[in-house]
Structures are given as structure tokens and as C-alpha cells.
């Protein structure tokens, strides 16, 4: 089907004013706002101890949670794709749970099962092992929010490769370890590189979830987001647009990373 010039650059201009006002015009109010008083009230806002706190108790959640979703990540793909495994259709509808359930369900259902009154709340909080209203039961809800990307990254690769140089490497001699350093980790390398890039962008920009298990009263327990959220609720309108800014920078970095890695994905693919 032919398409006239002028239909594309319509097409073009419409999509390109829908991202503006969608998106690049109220990050960019954010930027403009922040800056409004100089760049040194930036600084004295995100050096601020609870600002500070709050950066690094977020880059601590997605330094737990990253490696340990993409260590399930790349067994589940393998699961999914590589074994003729009963339940693998169960599996592959749980993974995908995160995508359809809200944050805020997923937060509640952890206060559930693990907080104080929940099935295992007690017992942990006898032993002095609390997890709901502590960074613990922010780390497990940032994994529960975060769990399907590596997967869904890499069981397209496992399928496009296919498992024709894993049964070489089998009739060779190579134990299932080696096959799997060798042979499979560098074939879907790039999918795992895009699912981790993924997983650290939702995890670093996760909220619903992440307050329903912070504490209240804790500051020891506000992540950057959440500390956007209550600098704006307090009035302190100033701080919550460098925090915000702030993530925002983060995020850009991902996105870079997204982008650098783009072109070795699509190769794999």
C-alpha cells in the first residue's frame, strides 16, 4: 500500500506533539521549576541528609534486587524454553502477575503474608526478623514488581537461537555448567544486558508497591520517590522538584544505557 508523503509527515507531527505534551513538556516543567533558583538550590536540596539517605537506600533496593531477578530471570527462561517441564504454562502466567496486578495490591498482599498478624508476620517478628515497614519488605516488593523483564527478555533469544550449539557442546563433552558459560550465556547476552537495564528502571522508580511496606515514621525507610511524594504533601514544593529532577537524571541514564544497548540486541534477536 502506498502512502502519500504528506500522510507520513501528518502521522509524524501528530505523533511527535502527542510525545511533547505527553511527555517531554511536564518533565521539562520539572527541569525548569527546579532550576528556577539556581543551581545551588538544586544542591542544597538533594544534599540534605534525608535526601541523601533516600539515594542511597534506593540504589541499595535495586543493587539487592536487580542481580537476584535476573539470576530467576535467565532459570525461568531456561525452564520455559530448554525443559518439557510440567507446570511450565503456570509458570509463564506467574510471571507475568507483576504486569497486570497493581503496586498498591502487591504491597497490601506482602503486609499479608509477612507483617505483623500476617501467616509468617509472628513468627518472623519473634525472631526479630521484621520485613513489612523495613527496607527488607521494600526489597521484596521491588523484586515482586521488577520479576518478569529479564525473563521476557530473554525467552525470545532462547527461542531465535535455538539449542542446536548446546547440543554440540553436549556431544563434545561439556558438562551442563560449561554449556551454559560457554555456549548459552554469551548467545543471549544482549537480552539479558536489555532485561537488567529494565529491571533497574522499574526498580529504582518503583512507588506503589514501595509504600504500602515503608514505614510512616522512618525516614530511614523513604526511597527517592517516595521522598518526592512527601517533600510535595509537606508543602516543600522546592525539594520535591530537585528529588524529582534528580530521579529523573537517573532515569535518563538508564534510558542512555537502554539506547547504547539497543543495536546488540536487536542483532540477537
Known amino acids: 500500500m502506498h502512502v502519500s508523503r504528506r500522510a507520513t509527515l501528518s502521522v509524524r507531527v501528530v505523533v511527535l506533539i502527542y510525545l511533547a505534551l505527553l511527555l517531554l513538556l511536564p518533565v521539562g516543567v520539572i527541569f525548569i521549576k527546579t532550576f528556577e533558583h539556581g543551581i545551588g538550590a538544586f544542591w542544597t536540596s538533594?544534599?540534605?541528609?534525608?535526601?541523601?539517605?533516600?539515594?542511597?537506600?534506593?540504589?541499595?533496593?535495586?543493587?539487592?534486587?536487580?542481580?537476584?531477578?535476573?539470576?530467576?530471570?535467565?532459570?525461568?527462561?531456561?525452564?520455559?524454553?530448554?525443559?518439557?517441564t510440567r507446570g511450565r504454562g503456570v509458570l509463564d502466567a506467574l510471571v507475568d502477575v507483576p504486569f497486570v496486578v497493581s503496586p498498591v495490591i502487591i504491597g497490601l498482599s506482602l503486609v499479608l503474608v509477612y507483617g505483623q498478624g500476617g501467616w509468617f508476620g509472628n513468627w518472623l517478628v519473634a525472631h526479630g526478623l521484621a520485613i513489612i515497614y523495613n527496607p527488607a519488605g521494600m526489597v521484596l516488593a521491588t523484586m515482586f514488581v521488577s520479576l518478569p523483564f529479564v525473563v521476557r527478555e530473554v525467552v525470545p533469544v532462547l527461542i531465535e537461537v535455538g539449542d542446536e550449539q548446546e547440543q554440540a557442546a553436549a556431544t563434545l563433552g561439556?558438562?551442563?555448567?560449561?554449556?551454559?558459560?560457554?555456549?548459552?550465556?554469551?548467545?543471549?547476552?544482549?537480552?539479558?544486558?536489555?532485561?537488567?537495564?529494565?529491571?533497574?528502571?522499574?526498580?529504582?522508580?518503583?512507588?506503589?508497591?514501595?509504600?504500602?511496606?515503608?514505614?510512616?515514621?522512618?525516614?530511614?525507610?523513604?526511597?527517592?520517590?517516595?521522598?518526592?511524594?512527601?517533600?510535595?504533601?509537606?508543602?516543600?514544593?522546592?525539594?520535591?522538584?530537585?528529588?524529582?529532577?534528580?530521579?529523573?537524571?537517573?532515569?535518563?541514564?538508564?534510558?542512555?544505557?537502554?539506547?547504547?544497548?539497543?543495536?546488540?540486541r536487536r542483532r540477537s534477536e
Not at 539515594?55 to 532459570?75: D, E
Not at 550465556?185 to 508497591?209: D, N
Open 46 to 84: 538533594i544534599t540534605t541528609p534525608a535526601a541523601v539517605s533516600a539515594f542511597w537506600l534506593t540504589v541499595t533496593i535495586a543493587a539487592i534486587a536487580v542481580p537476584l531477578n535476573t539470576i530467576f530471570g535467565v532459570v525461568a527462561a531456561l525452564v520455559l524454553v530448554r525443559t518439557r
Open 174 to 264: 561439556a558438562s551442563g555448567w560449561q554449556t551454559f558459560w560457554r555456549v548459552t550465556l554469551p548467545s543471549i547476552r544482549w537480552g539479558v544486558a536489555y532485561g537488567v537495564v529494565l529491571t533497574t528502571a522499574r526498580s529504582l522508580g518503583e512507588f506503589g508497591a514501595v509504600s504500602v511496606v515503608s514505614s510512616k515514621v522512618a525516614g530511614s525507610t523513604l526511597t527517592l520517590p517516595l521522598l518526592v511524594e512527601q517533600r510535595y504533601s509537606n508543602f516543600d514544593t522546592r525539594g520535591a522538584y530537585a528529588a524529582a529532577t534528580l530521579l529523573a537524571v537517573i532515569s535518563l541514564v538508564v534510558l542512555l544505557a537502554m539506547t547504547v544497548l539497543a543495536p546488540g
